[in-house]
Each structure stands twice: as C-alpha cells, then as structure tokens.
C-alpha cells in the first residue's frame, strides 16, 4: 500500500512539474468550448414550425389543415398523435402543436359552433411561443370571420408543456469533457508509457519488489484526480460564462467520468503496448483518436449522421460516454436509465485491460 501512494503521489508531481503539458491539455478544450460556444452556442431559431394533430378526420378539419398549409408566414407539418406532437415541442422541432380533437366538424354544423383548438407551447420557449400565437390568432381570426358573420366560432386555447429549452452549448460543454477524458488518457498513457519504457524506467521498475498492479493503480488513481479537477473547472467555467448547470446527480456525473478515465486509459495502455517507442505512440493514438472526436458525437448528435455509420458509431466509448454525461447534465437523467451507456463503456474497459494485459511490455 505504501508503494501505491509513493507511487501515486509521484506522478501527480510530473503532472505538476510539466506545466507547459498541463496548461495546454487544460487549455486546449477550454479554449475550444469558449470559441465554438460564443460562435454558435446562443443561437435560438427564429422561425415558426407548427405542427397539426387530425383527431376529426372530416372536411371542416381538412379545410383548416389547408389553411395553415396555405399560410406562407408558417412552415406545418403533419403529426399522427398528440403524443409524438409533443415530444417535437419539447425537443424543439417545432414551436407551437395544434390539436383540432375529434367532433371538430360536428360542432360546426351545430347549434353552437363556437370551437377550442388546444396548441401546445414549450414553457421555457415564450418568444418563439407568443410570436406563433400571434400569427395563429390573425389566421384563427380570419377563418372565424369567414365562417359566420364575423362572429368568432374557433379560438385558441394555450395548453403549456414543461420542456427544456437546449442550446448548442449545453450540447457542447458534455461534449468537450468527454473529448478532455480521451484526449488525456488515451494520448497520454500511451505517450508517457512509451517514453518510460524506452528510457529503461519500467526495466528498473520490474527488477523491484513492485507488482504490475500496484503500478497500474498508481497510474490510475493519478489521472482520475487529474481529470477530475479537469472536468470539473471545465464545468464551472461553463457555468460562469454560459450559464451551464448541471441538472442532474454530481454523483452520476463523477461515476461516468471515472468509468471513462479508467475505459479509455485502458485503449491507452493497449496503444503502449503496441507502440515500438515514444515516436510511434503519438501517430497510432492520433490515428484512432481523431475519427472518434467526429463520430463520438462530441461536436453533433450522432443521429444527425448518416444511416449507414450509425450502428457502427453506436458501438463506441466515446459516443456512450458523451450521451451519458450530457443525459446527467442536461435532462438530469436518473442514473439507472442510463445502464446501456454503463454496460457498453464498462465491456470496452473490461475488454481494454485484458488486452492490455497480454500486449504490455515492461522493456
């Protein structure tokens, strides 16, 4: 046990003794959140989608379908159900869900045709809300007038959904902590491992009474107190400059950012083992890093790819860990719903260390 701290506490000195290595790896994603996040990262669409609901099925409804299809100052699209309705005002596909209910064309023909259309909102979209209303309302309005003697028959009834509203940053900053953790582990282990090795250092490591295990938890203990207080600044500069809070548990959120540490120091290890020397290290973990910052999903969604590469970017650590950390971060996601994305990260971590273990070379 002495070994392991001695060991431990030694490498977070190289960590702070190379400050120029510690400054860049630091700097570099925070940079990168600060550029892509004051860019883009406070967009918010302007433009008005509707959605209609049909539940009536009947000439009058199809007539006002026609209306808003017509109207060129709104962009609609058909929905089947209420359900799936809803679930695009919620993630923001549209603004603003008509629902014209079965019964619609009966009551027109009644006695008293005065009529409520329910159209859901999202709650924490307002701007884009009441400037959709307002639009809705002129053509509401008109139609009515159409129908009797400029006698109101339909009107608006708003029916609020509790939504979040998410911005490109909110996207990004899971996104760029999960790339941290790849980047650190994965260049890292195999760079410093390489040199180690070359320079004789594990040679002499091995002759000791020290056990490959105790060196290994060393390495890992170091770096996730490393990437931890990484992650966490990241996070709070987020939280200063862009307003990011963490909606879900702190808890889960430090589970799957050590579950990532340990996954991709194990892909580390394994690029070590493999690596020749130090000067071979470096090219191997840049050829399977760099694909994976575009396929993890770290910049955009992975559904926003193409078909055909979706199941294949649907295997990787680091689209699993992105969407885990920005499920906690962003929906507050609980912990147990979120057991693909720990089983997938926890077979490449297991996965990782065995073949760690037979491609590890002490000298």
């Known amino acids: 046990m002495r070994a392991y701290w001695q060991l431990t506490l030694a490498q977070l000195r190289i960590f702070a003794r190379n400050k120029q290595v510690l400054l860049f790896t630091l700097l570099f994603p925070i940079i990168l959140m600060l550029a892509l996040g004051s860019l883009v990262g406070k967009e918010n669409s302007v433009s008005l989608t509707t959605g209609v609901v ?16 017509r109207n060129k100052a709104v962009e609609t699209e058909s929905f089947e159900n209420v359900k799936t309705g809803k679930k695009a005002v919620e993630t923001g596909d549209i ?16 006695e008293n045709p005065a009529f409520s259309l329910p159209v859901y909102y999202n709650e924490k979209n307002l701007e884009n809300a009441e400037l959709g209303f307002t639009v809705i309302n002129g ?24 939504a979040l509203n998410l911005r490109y940053v ?37 002759g000791t009474r020290l056990k490959a295990s105790t060196f290994i938890a060393a390495q890992i203990s170091a770096r996730l107190v490393l990437n931890g207080t990484q992650a966490l600044l990241v996070v709070l500069i987020a ?7 963490v909606a879900g548990s702190w808890l889960a959120l430090i589970f799957f950012i050590v579950l990532g540490t340990l996954t ?6 394994v690029i ?14 840049a050829f399977v890093t760099f694909p994976l910052l575009f396929l993890g999903g770290v910049f955009f969604p992975v559904s926003d790819m193409p078909e055909i590469v979706q199941p294949v970017v649907n295997t990787l650590p680091i689209a699993h860990l992105s969407s885990a950390l920005r499920e906690t971060m962003n929906l507050g996601t609980p912990f147990l719903e979120l057991g693909t994305e720990t089983l997938i990260l926890g077979v490449w971590l297991v996965g990782g260390f065995m073949l760690a273990s037979y491609v590890f070379k002490w000298e």
């Open 272 to 285: 070590a083992g493999m690596a020749k020397n130090p000067e071979s290290a470096g090219p191997i973990a």
């Open 54 to 69: 049909d539940l009536d099925q009947t000439t009058e409804s199809n007539d006002i379908k026609d209306l808003f299809q």
């Open 139 to 162: 053509i509401i309005d008109q139609y009515s007038k159409d129908l009797v003697d400029y006698q109101p028959l339909v009107t608006v009834e708003k029916v609020g959904i509790e």
């Open 239 to 245: 939280n200063l400059i862009f307003g990011i809070n």
């Open 170 to 206: 909110d996207f990004l900053v899971p996104g760029i902590v999960a790339l941290m953790i790849l980047n650190n582990n994965m260049n890292g282990v195999a760079g410093q491992i390489s040199a180690w090795r070359e320079r004789g250092i594990l040679r002499r490591m091995q």
């Open 95 to 110: 603004q603003l869900l008509i629902e014209i209910p079965a019964g619609y064309g009966e009551n027109l023909k009644g």
């Open 264 to 269: 991709f120091m194990s892909l580390g290890f």
